[in-house]
């Protein structure tokens, strides 16, 4: 099963307005990461926070971590066209291994009209 | 740097035939990892290799699945016979120790 899922499933905003996007989880983790993906292409890694962080900011986006709930939440402000993508949240758990795994989520499809 | 480079990017073959998919990751990178995404499951991890060496398997769906990662700039993903329900978008996936994933554009196989 996967261990991260993302709320809502579909989101349609107008250009200029925000976004958010929020992922919950089930397990402790390392780390969580927000990923974008443009129809038919690879993901692209946006933003990764640790678990000892709360808030972390890259340009047009901040994303807040609460582990007491095992949530995340991603936020885009001023929108534009070009955001239109999927987003998905990545959680890399604290494994006995030797290196720690991602995990996505079901991904948020994102729709901003011009 | 051009990124990590995956062929074919479309993969059209009949039912029972084998299929081999390519990798070949960014220099540097120890890590590769292969993910198959479709509507029903999302992204799922197949296997990932360490210094060419793999590590979990535990992924790959079944006997017909085999990856193969015989130096640190290519890796193969084959499929041995090909069934239609293996049909989905196949990914790589590299990074350094530590880091984030920097992935392929993808391989969409489709099996009739």
């Known amino acids: 099963s996967q261990q991260g899922e993302e709320d809502p499933q579909a989101l349609s905003i107008q250009e200029g307005e925000n976004a958010t996007m929020n992922c919950s989880y089930k397990?402790?983790?390392?780390?969580l990461q927000w990923y974008r993906q443009n129809s038919g292409r690879g993901l692209v890694h946006l933003i990764l926070?640790?678990?000892?962080?709360r808030e972390k900011h890259s340009g047009r986006l901040r994303v807040t971590l609460d582990t007491s709930k095992k949530s995340s939440s991603l936020l885009i402000t001023a929108s534009r066209a070009a955001d239109t993508a999927s987003y998905f949240c990545?959680?890399?758990?604290?494994?006995?291994?030797?290196?720690?795994?991602?995990?996505f989520g079901s991904g948020t499809q994102l729709t901003v009209l011009p | 740097d051009a990124g990590v480079i995956q062929s074919p990017r479309h993969e059209v073959t009949e039912m029972g035939q084998e299929v081999t998919l390519r990798c070949k990751p960014i220099?540097?990178?120890?890590?590769l990892f292969w993910y198959r995404q479709t509507m029903m499951r999302g992204l799922e991890l197949l296997i990932y290799?360490?210094?060419?060496?793999?590590?979990?398997d535990s992924g790959m769906p079944e006997d017909r699945f085999s990856a193969k990662m015989p130096n640190a700039s290519f890796s193969t993903l084959k499929i041995q016979p090909s069934e239609p329900r293996d049909s989905a978008v196949y990914f790589c996936?590299?990074?350094?120790?530590?880091?984030?994933?920097?992935f392929g554009n993808g391989t969409r196989l489709t099996v009739t």
């Open positions: 996936a590299s990074r350094p120790s530590n880091s984030p994933l920097h």
């Open positions: 397990t402790s983790i390392n780390n």
């Open positions: 926070i640790r678990s000892n962080e």
């Open positions: 990545a959680t890399a758990l604290i494994s006995s291994g030797s290196a720690r795994q991602l995990t």
């Open positions: 220099s540097g990178h120890d890590y």
């Open positions: 290799f360490n210094n060419n060496v793999p590590i979990d």
